[in-house]
């Protein structure tokens, strides 16, 4: 069974960038889904991006433009590049990989295992 480990969150100013990775670890990302969420606060866990391996890549329009969703096949990592960070966007960041279809493939119950999260916090 695959194992996740995020790391690479903080502390920055709005307009910083932070690079998200996950790490996976008994297991390859190679016949998976993987995606990003984030839970705000009082809030739901919302979708960020995602990408199945090969392509295609998906991401929310809160973020589109600004994140983007990318893979080290050699080491075996997933990342998340955040450019012009908004105090909105502050969240635990969670990693998770699953086998959603097309039409799931923003639903976080479409996934089935699921990292500790990294906290991200921009100051504004």
């Known amino acids: 069974q695959v194992q996740l480990v995020e790391s690479g969150g903080g502390l920055v100013q709005a307009g910083d960038s932070l690079r998200l990775s996950c790490i996976a670890s008994?297991?390859?990302?190679?016949?998976?889904?993987v995606a990003w969420f984030r839970q705000a606060p009082g809030n739901e866990r919302e979708f960020v991006a995602a990408r199945k391996w090969d392509s295609p890549t998906y991401y929310a329009d809160s973020v589109k433009g600004r994140f983007t969703i990318s893979r080290d096949a050699a080491q075996n990592t997933v990342y998340l590049q955040m450019n012009n960070l908004k105090p909105d966007d502050t969240a635990i960041y969670y990693c998770?990989?699953?086998?959603?279809?097309?039409?799931?493939?923003?639903?976080?119950?479409?996934?089935?295992?699921w990292g500790q999260g990294t906290q991200v916090t921009v100051s504004s």
């Open positions: 998770a990989v699953g086998r959603p279809i097309q039409s799931t493939i923003r639903t976080a119950g479409a996934y089935h295992t």
């Open positions: 008994g297991g390859t990302f190679r016949s998976y889904s």
